[in-house]
């Protein structure tokens, strides 16, 4: 991890924390806001409720002394571990059982919407054509090299040789062309990547193994903005046309990755195992068993009765349950995505600025941080954290005023009286479930919204939320987004080309102005130059009143003790990757030392 903040400071504030959550009598609880990042990520909508992580793997935890504690900064600092210490040798074999949040509508790189859960898994079987690594940077990991023209608007890319899919198809330029293809034929993940290039001449093989993307505006960090998420995982063109044949094979995804696909029960559980050609490395699992459990709560028992091995969450009370157990490790991230309630402009009544603003106004945030996240996570107010040199420190976000709510509420349901019912605006709050902490969220919120909106809440397995989210149905959900290490990667969130029937700009909220910004943003190498524009596209999405910022989610990867190297990946370069990014984890190095 390039981030740094010790894991005991963390275990004695969850400590401190609870216990004054407990004196003031509070129910805990967690953030029910939606992933979002991927719509296949491009649509990383996830939801659990909330919630990205870094390291410790110290069989116990150091607890600070009470004089340490009391030293501790008042700014709120990033939340993450210092790096995993491994201390045994790596063992082959064994199945990891991981926990997921929620399942994935398929595992298709090139069609699926992948949340959180749906990334993790997808890593396991999927290559991407770059990483970031430790400092942030993006590192070539299919790729053997790049390079760009002066203007960074053609990025030459040669793949490193000799590498098969797992059905024995050939990664080359011709297989990296067919999925860029795909990736424009589909109706949302297509919005991810179709603004960046010309509708004719977009790729170009060079040879066998070196291709050219040529993108419509410059793009001077491409390769670590695109393509070392979801849009950067490379699937076996053969697979991939048999699944345009037979849709079902979506969910037997074929890849060049570390496992390989053996059974997908949707819903239930999915199982890859140990691919023994992988080009970089043997894993030392023989297997990886995802079980889906939605509730949080649950899945956190089960961990602590050893039913699975590892988890990721973002739920508080969950978080703060595992850091008082036995035999648990834990790895935390809170420097990646926000969790927030967000507003689609699309339609009535959020279309109107009164009726969105009235409900930031109305919005009980210092409820919500007490009940909800027992003042753990940091609180946010905005897309980047106070550690990150684009900041704006001159934000103001107000919630907890319904005073001036009032007026707002009374002038728009004069001039607009079919959204409103008894003098209150109608609206329905959407949040992804079965989840405890999700329904104790939309309770938090709504009674401080109650005096003036009349809301209807609806409860939506992930799949069909995210996809509910991308057609426009919905007035506001909770969701999580943004936080990539390069901000770059979450411009697809905001352009005003990305939305139409289906939409990755989820709010629907054109701001010309702030494309021009990201455009400009995305001409400079250097972070200096960015810092002045994205503190003011802050400011504008702070003044659209789009996003209800609630908090930095808190990822907590969390693991039987006996599970090692969570954060032990490195490129073929020796380059450590950046760990635990907005909950993705990956398995390349884990193995399991069994009593």
């Given at each position: 991890m390039?981030r740094?903040k010790l894991f005991?400071?963390?275990v004695a504030?969850?400590a401190?924390a609870?216990?004054a959550?407990a004196c003031g009598?509070s129910?805990?609880?967690?953030?029910?806001?939606?992933?979002s990042?991927?719509?296949?990520?491009?649509?990383e909508s996830s939801s659990?409720?909330?919630?990205?992580?870094?390291?410790?793997?110290?069989t116990?935890?150091e607890v600070?002394?009470?004089?340490?504690?009391e030293?501790?900064?008042e700014?709120?600092?990033?939340?993450?571990?210092e790096?995993?210490e491994?201390?045994?040798?790596?063992v082959?074999?064994?199945?990891?059982?991981?926990g997921?949040?929620?399942?994935?509508?398929g595992?298709?790189?090139?069609?699926s919407?992948?949340s959180?859960?749906g990334?993790?898994?997808?890593?396991a079987?999927?290559d991407?054509?770059?990483?970031?690594d430790?400092d942030?940077n993006?590192?070539?990991?299919?790729?053997?090299?790049?390079?760009?023209?002066?203007?960074c608007?053609?990025?030459?890319?040669?793949l490193?040789?000799?590498?098969?899919?797992?059905?024995?198809?050939?990664?080359n330029s011709?297989?990296?062309?067919?999925?860029f293809n795909?990736?424009?034929?589909d109706p949302l993940?297509?919005?991810?990547?179709?603004y960046?290039?010309?509708t004719e001449?977009?790729?170009d093989i060079?040879?066998d193994?070196?291709?050219?993307?040529?993108t419509?505006?410059p793009?001077?960090?491409?390769p670590?903005?695109?393509?070392?998420s979801?849009?950067?995982?490379?699937?076996?063109?053969?697979?991939l046309?048999a699944?345009?044949?037979?849709?079902t094979l979506?969910?037997q995804?074929?890849?060049?990755g570390?496992?390989?696909?053996?059974?997908r029960?949707?819903?239930?559980?999915?199982?890859?195992?140990?691919?023994?050609n992988?080009w970089?490395?043997t894993p030392?699992l023989?297997?990886?068993?995802f079980?889906v459990?939605t509730d949080?709560?649950?899945?956190g028992?089960l961990?602590?009765?050893?039913?699975?091995?590892?988890?990721?969450?973002t739920?508080?009370?969950t978080?703060?349950?595992?850091?008082?157990?036995?035999?648990i490790?834990q790895?935390f991230?809170?420097t990646?995505?926000?969790s927030?309630?967000?507003?689609q402009t699309?339609r009535a009544?959020?279309?109107?600025?009164?009726a969105?603003e009235?409900?930031?106004?109305?919005?009980?945030?210092?409820?919500?941080?007490?009940?909800i996240?027992v003042?753990?996570?940091?609180?946010a107010?905005?897309?980047?954290?106070?550690?990150?040199p684009?900041y704006n420190?001159?934000?103001?976000m107000?919630t907890?005023?319904?005073e001036?709510?009032a007026?707002?509420?009374?002038e728009?349901?004069?001039?607009?009286p079919?959204?409103?019912?008894?003098?209150?605006?109608?609206?329905e709050?959407q949040?992804?479930?079965?989840?405890?902490?999700?329904?104790?969220?939309?309770?938090v919120?709504?009674e401080g919204?109650?005096?003036?909106?009349?809301?209807?809440?609806d409860?939506k397995?992930?799949?069909?939320?995210?996809?509910e989210?991308?057609?426009?149905?919905?007035?506001?959900?909770?969701w999580r987004?943004f936080g990539?290490?390069?901000?770059?990667?979450?411009?697809?969130w905001?352009?005003?080309?990305?939305?139409g029937?289906?939409?990755?700009n989820w709010p629907r909220?054109?701001?010309?102005e702030?494309d021009a910004?990201?455009a400009?943003?995305k001409?400079?190498?250097?972070v200096?130059?960015q810092i002045?524009i994205?503190?003011?596209?802050s400011q504008?999405?702070?003044?659209s009143?789009l996003?209800i910022?609630?908090?930095?989610s808190l990822?907590?990867?969390a693991?039987?003790?006996?599970?090692?190297?969570?954060?032990g990946v490195?490129?073929?370069?020796?380059?450590a990757l950046?760990?635990l990014i907005n909950?993705d984890v990956?398995?390349?190095?884990?193995f399991i030392v069994?009593?």
């Amino acid at each position: 991890m390039h981030r740094s903040k010790l894991f005991k400071l963390l275990v004695a504030f969850l400590a401190l924390a609870t216990f004054a959550a407990a004196c003031g009598g509070s129910d805990d609880d967690s953030s029910s806001s939606s992933d979002s990042s991927s719509a296949s990520e491009t649509a990383e909508s996830s939801s659990e409720s909330s919630a990205s992580e870094a390291s410790d793997e110290s069989t116990e935890a150091e607890v600070e002394t009470e004089e340490e504690v009391e030293a501790a900064p008042e700014e709120e600092s990033a939340i993450v571990a210092e790096e995993e210490e491994v201390t045994v040798d790596p063992v082959s074999g064994g199945t990891l059982r991981w926990g997921i949040e929620a399942e994935s509508d398929g595992l298709n790189p090139t069609a699926s919407a992948l949340s959180a859960s749906g990334r993790t898994m997808s890593y396991a079987i999927f290559d991407t054509i770059a990483k970031i690594d430790e400092d942030g940077n993006g590192i070539e990991w299919l790729a053997e090299s790049w390079e760009s023209n002066s203007d960074c608007t053609e990025w030459t890319i040669t793949l490193r040789p000799g590498i098969q899919f797992h059905d024995g198809t050939p990664l080359n330029s011709a297989a990296v062309e067919y999925n860029f293809n795909a990736q424009l034929a589909d109706p949302l993940v297509s919005l991810a990547v179709k603004y960046l290039f010309p509708t004719e001449g977009a790729f170009d093989i060079i040879d066998d193994l070196t291709f050219r993307y040529n993108t419509l505006e410059p793009d001077c960090r491409y390769p670590s903005s695109l393509l070392t998420s979801q849009v950067g995982m490379v699937a076996s063109p053969t697979w991939l046309q048999a699944a345009l044949d037979d849709p079902t094979l979506d969910q037997q995804p074929v890849g060049s990755g570390p496992f390989m696909i053996d059974t997908r029960i949707l819903d239930s559980q999915t199982t890859v195992v140990k691919n023994d050609n992988y080009w970089n490395g043997t894993p030392y699992l023989d297997a990886i068993e995802f079980v889906v459990i939605t509730d949080s709560d649950i899945r956190g028992s089960l961990l602590q009765e050893g039913e699975i091995d590892g988890l990721v969450t973002t739920n508080v009370p969950t978080i703060v349950d595992l850091a008082d157990a036995d035999g648990i490790n834990q790895f935390f991230e809170d420097t990646g995505d926000e969790s927030f309630t967000m507003l689609q402009t699309g339609r009535a009544p959020f279309n109107d600025a009164r009726a969105r603003e009235a409900l930031f106004l109305a919005t009980p945030n210092e409820n919500y941080q007490s009940l909800i996240n027992v003042g753990v996570p940091r609180t946010a107010n905005q897309i980047f954290t106070p550690d990150e040199p684009y900041y704006n420190p001159d934000i103001v976000m107000v919630t907890d005023s319904p005073e001036l709510a009032a007026p707002l509420v009374e002038e728009y349901c004069a001039d607009v009286p079919t959204s409103c019912t008894n003098g209150k605006i109608n609206m329905e709050y959407q949040y992804s479930g079965p989840s405890v902490a999700g329904e104790r969220t939309a309770e938090v919120l709504i009674e401080g919204w109650e005096e003036f909106f009349n809301v209807t809440i609806d409860m939506k397995p992930q799949g069909a939320h995210i996809q509910e989210v991308a057609i426009g149905l919905f007035d506001a959900v909770g969701w999580r987004q943004f936080g990539y290490v390069n901000p770059s990667t979450d411009h697809t969130w905001l352009r005003c080309d990305t939305i139409g029937a289906l939409s990755l700009n989820w709010p629907r909220y054109c701001d010309e102005e702030r494309d021009a910004l990201l455009a400009a943003a995305k001409v400079e190498s250097e972070v200096e130059p960015q810092i002045e524009i994205y503190q003011e596209i802050s400011q504008r999405i702070n003044d659209s009143f789009l996003y209800i910022f609630h908090n930095h989610s808190l990822w907590d990867v969390a693991v039987r003790d006996n599970v090692y190297n969570i954060c032990g990946v490195t490129a073929p370069s020796g380059k450590a990757l950046d760990c635990l990014i907005n909950g993705d984890v990956w398995f390349n190095t884990t193995f399991i030392v069994q009593d």
